[in-house]
Nanobody, 125 residues
């Protein structure tokens, strides 16, 4: 059984920080390129980032560059999304998915297409 489970969402004030986790089971996360996606209220789902297992580089969409950082803990089979300087427009359900790729400023999932169920991030004062 291949599964991705997101956690760490919650309510945070504008300018605050939050770290999301994406834990994998049934497969080794390091074997896949892991993406973060989000769906804001009333909006379509948007790719946020893609962490490539080889050579280990990460792509981010322009709106989160300099604020969001993806990392991976292979021992825990978990990928993280550190979100800093959060803005109200970052409010969304955040998903992790695999495998991913980014091209032309757009991140997407292809092939095997594994998705978690999402975790809600609300940025509000």
């Amino acid at each position: 059984q291949l599964q991705l489970v997101e956690s760490g969402g919650g309510l945070v004030q504008p300018g605050g920080s939050l770290r999301l986790s994406c834990a994998a089971s049934g497969f080794t996360l390091d074997d896949y390129d892991i993406g973060w996606f989000r769906q804001a209220p009333g909006k379509e789902r948007e790719g946020v980032s893609c962490l490539h297992s080889s050579p280990g580089s990460t792509h981010y969409i322009d709106s989160v560059k300099g604020r969001f950082t993806v990392s991976r803990d292979n021992a825990k089979n978990t990928v993280y999304l550190q979100m800093n300087s959060l803005k109200p427009e970052d409010t969304a359900v955040y998903y992790c998915a695999a495998p991913c790729a980014c091209a032309g400023g757009v991140c997407y999932v292809y092939g095997e297409d594994y998705w978690g169920k999402g975790t809600l991030v609300t940025v509000s004062s």
